[in-house]
């Protein structure tokens, strides 16, 4: 296929009744979980999830907020997959270049109690190959262009994991898709902004909005994956993008990155890099510093003196002087006060930035040159990747990090129980554990 009867493919894999997926395929989705509620119970203080939970208070409704509310299934999903972009720290595809469970987890959980004994975990796996299948055709492609991957495979993906957790036919779910695509938008000039974990917030609300409507008897255009005004083709322009049936057992899901630093995803190569340095001779006074990076890199991270914790993430320069200054680039080295420091706002003045066009968006390389010698790093796979993976103790680690402030002892409760939660579980997992703490 080439486009025309895609979205008869897309519907297929969709709406596929009692499918099995590999023991391997189920423990990703685990770790994704886990990842997610980490990330976005991290992320409840930030003024991106207090500002949007302050507008839209008041919603009625069974679906839980990750502060411990509930409200319409549309408003948990907006404030939970915001919340999971917040810090910039959740899973990345690197194939679609999309934060595909932020938006998907975020569905999922929110039309959760609209169905009983609902298989969750199998519902997410569903989107999250819907989405990443056809992202890895042309997620790059829409970041070069100035659109944000996320807002719109984000979307497709959590519109996916909807049809499939409510069980819709293959009518309505075609119509779902319809629905949940003519809204799917975002600009990676907002990135840097309270406007890129909003992306995800509302590629998760949109979703479910298009699922439930078209379970109601909504209408949208229910082949919109097709030719000739196939999505591919309306967003890229160019007419170089062909989508491809999604009907394969390569499961994306293994192919998933998880995020040990919190920023930009292209800017961890050049952080193990730096890392390496800092570990080799400690804090180092370089005359010069050149970092090589992908072009993509480049145009999305390349921000110079940034002023705000959001645009720290997005800053190489930034990210390379907290590596070389033995910082971990963790949540807290993202702070008002962190970007104050001189020491690390001096290093980052002196670092040259240059595209590779050779280099992987994986890879990286940094020659830092010290009185008379040259220091140098790289790396081919940024550690997270599916090549330099992360380990459970690793996301222990991370989710400890993340939640102790927020849960104290508690957390390690609640990392346990959704590491090992089984498939219809993990909104009861929440939903118990949060009502729990409410009376504490």
């Given at each position: ?43 409840l ?47 990345t ?71 499939a ?7 309505q ?35 479910v ?62 952080i ?46 930034y ?24 020491t ?14 050779m ?16 220091q ?19 996301m ?24 090992t ?20």
């Amino acid at each position: 296929m080439e486009g025309a009867g895609l979205t008869e493919s897309v519907v297929t894999f969709v709406c596929a009744a009692g499918r099995k997926y590999p023991i391997e395929v189920m423990d990703a989705a685990r770790m994704c979980l886990v990842d997610w509620t980490g990330v976005a119970i991290g992320a409840l203080n930030e003024p991106a999830g207090t500002t949007l939970r302050r507008v839209v208070n008041g919603s009625v409704g069974r679906s839980l907020v990750l502060n411990g509310d509930t409200a319409d299934p549309w408003v948990a999903a907006l404030i939970n997959g915001t919340l999971a972009h917040s810090l910039d720290f959740d899973d990345t595809h690197v194939g679609s270049l999309t934060h595909i469970s932020g938006p998907t987890w975020a569905a999922v959980l929110a039309l959760a109690p609209e169905v009983e004994n609902g298989d969750l975990l199998g519902a997410f796996v569903t989107g999250f190959e819907t989405g990443a299948r056809l992202g890895i055709n042309f997620g790059p492609a829409l970041l070069e262009r100035g659109l944000h991957a996320t807002g719109i495979v984000g979307c497709i993906a959590a519109a996916a994991a909807g049809c499939a957790l409510l069980r819709l036919d293959q009518t309505q779910t075609a119509h779902a898709l319809g629905l949940a695509l003519t809204q799917a938008a975002g600009l990676t000039a907002s990135f840097g902004t309270m406007a890129k974990p909003f992306h995800a917030g509302k590629a998760a609300m949109n979703a479910v909005l298009a699922v439930q409507l078209a379970r109601a008897g909504f209408t949208g255009a229910p082949n919109i994956l097709d030719k000739p005004n196939d999505l591919a083709r309306t967003l890229v322009q160019d007419g170089t993008i062909q989508l491809s049936s999604i009907l394969n057992d390569e499961w994306q899901i293994l192919q998933n990155t998880f995020k040990p630093y919190a920023s930009c995803l292209l800017t961890h190569p050049s952080i193990d890099c730096a890392r390496e340095v800092y570990r080799a001779r400690g804090s180092v006074r370089a005359k010069r510093i050149r970092a090589e990076v992908h072009p993509l890199a480049l145009k999305l991270a390349g921000k110079k003196a940034p002023r705000t914790s959001l645009e720290g993430k997005f800053s190489l320069s930034y990210c390379i002087a907290l590596g070389l200054t033995g910082h971990r680039a963790s949540a807290a080295d993202f702070s008002d006060t962190q970007l104050r420091d001189k020491t690390i706002a001096t290093l980052a003045d002196r670092i040259e930035l240059t595209a590779d066009p050779m280099l992987r968006e994986t890879a990286a390389r940094l020659t830092v040159e010290i009185d008379n010698t040259k220091q140098v790093a790289e790396v081919s796979f940024a550690l997270g990747n599916p090549q330099n993976p992360m380990q459970w103790s690793d996301m222990e680690a991370k989710f400890f990090g993340l939640t102790n402030p927020h849960l104290g002892a508690d957390a390690k409760r609640l990392f346990e129980e959704l590491n090992t939660v089984n498939p219809s579980a993990p909104a009861s997992v929440l939903s118990r554990f949060f009502a729990r703490r409410s009376h504490v």
